[in-house]
């Protein structure tokens, strides 16, 4: 059955590709656009306008062949007349888009960003920097909505696969938090698992990405780079003394959620839950190729270096994230202290903590 509302996806990897495809196939208008530098993504879908998509037996979503509205390379016709646009990208990736949509996106828009990777916060500097006015609303999601892969080499182009549905709960939190309530109802006839946030700071320190990627790529370093990959990252590579790694960082980002007046989100012992076969997505997926993939070069710089300035900020000690930082700058001859997203890069710089909140809260 159709709906009313229009949906603008931006993004042509794994979770751009499966929400349009999803959101489609449950009778929304859907568009789909990636940046032109990255037309090859979106190649075969440009020229059918349809994502078949496939799921595992617990997929509860639809499946099937879905046909788009529009599969493009340019963002002003994507976004145009358009309700709710959804960025799907890597972090690293957010600025190009938030250049691109800038002055394109329209009075009544929602934007809403799958996961926010301080991704809202970014955008809403980035409007006020170039002095764009227009009545939008900024969110974000904690995480993201499926565990999914597009144009696997077994299935091809133009095909998704959902390998897990996202279980429990997803946060959503606007910019300003007052925000929130206002769109959530709309939004949440999208992804009906969606509740508020009390912020953007909120929904960004709880991506679970930050805390479990780094420590299963670092500590499995030597086997990554002699086989390539060639193995099971999670089912394999995750023992007890890494679940007790990826522990302690959780119960960093606890304590700065807790400094900063957030309920932690329930956190299950990692290494507990592996041996219950219950603690990842994606318990056949392959490791990393290199040390470069984005568990770390997206998971570090984005995700552990704003939390350990911000536990800098807040006097919480962060010495396991620390570390990662040190050793995953190292391992990948970089400086994600210095390249990441620091307080200055977050337009947080000079801030207290309850000036930080006050402007998340009330813009």
Not at 113 to 131: D, E, H, Q, T, Y
Not at 244 to 270: C, H
Request: charge should be neutral; charged fraction near 20%; glycine fraction near 8%.
């Amino acid at each position: 059955m159709e709906t009313k509302l229009k949906i603008a996806v931006m993004g042509g990897g794994n979770s751009a590709q499966t929400m349009a495809a999803e959101l489609a196939l449950k009778g929304f208008k859907v568009n789909l656009c990636d940046l032109p530098e990255f037309a090859g993504n979106i190649e075969t879908v440009m020229k059918s306008r349809q994502i078949e998509k496939y799921g595992s037996v617990e997929t509860t979503g639809p499946t099937g062949l879905a046909k788009l509205e529009k599969v493009t390379t340019d963002v002003g016709e994507a976004v145009k007349k358009i309700d709710i646009i959804l960025i799907a990208i890597p972090a690293y990736g957010h600025m190009a888009f938030f250049e691109a949509l800038a002055d394109k996106i329209e009075d009544g828009q929602i934007v809403v960003i799958l996961p926010g990777n301080w991704g809202a916060l970014r955008f809403f500097n980035l409007l006020k920097k170039k002095k764009i006015k227009k009545k939008v609303t900024l969110a974000e999601t904690h995480r993201c909505m499926h565990s999914c892969r597009a144009a696997e080499s077994w299935l091809g182009p133009g095909k998704v696969r959902v390998v897990r549905e996202t279980v429990g709960i997803v946060q959503i939190a606007a910019i300003p938090a007052r925000d929130t309530e206002k769109i959530l109802d709309t939004v949440r006839v999208l992804f009906p698992q969606l509740v508020p946030a009390t912020n953007i700071l909120e929904t960004s320190l709880n991506n679970s990405n930050i805390i479990v990627h780094g420590p299963i790529v670092l500590m499995n370093a030597g086997w990554i780079e002699h086989t390539e990959g060639k193995f099971l990252i999670y089912r394999d590579g995750l023992t007890a003394s890494i679940g007790s790694v990826i522990n302690a960082i959780a119960n960093e980002r606890d304590t700065i959620n807790t400094a900063l007046g957030f309920t932690p989100i329930p956190w299950a012992a990692y290494y507990k839950l592996n041996k219950n076969a219950q603690w990842t997505n994606d318990p056949g997926q392959l490791a990393p190729p290199t040390l470069q993939h984005r568990y770390l070069a997206e998971d570090i710089p984005y995700g552990l270096v704003p939390l350990a300035y911000l536990g800098d900020l807040l006097k919480v000690p962060t010495p396991v994230s620390d570390a990662m930082i040190e050793l995953s700058s190292i391992s990948n001859q970089a400086n994600y202290r210095k390249t990441g997203l620091t307080l200055e890069a977050l337009g947080l710089d000079g801030l207290q903590s309850e000036e930080i909140l006050k402007m998340v809260n009330q813009g």
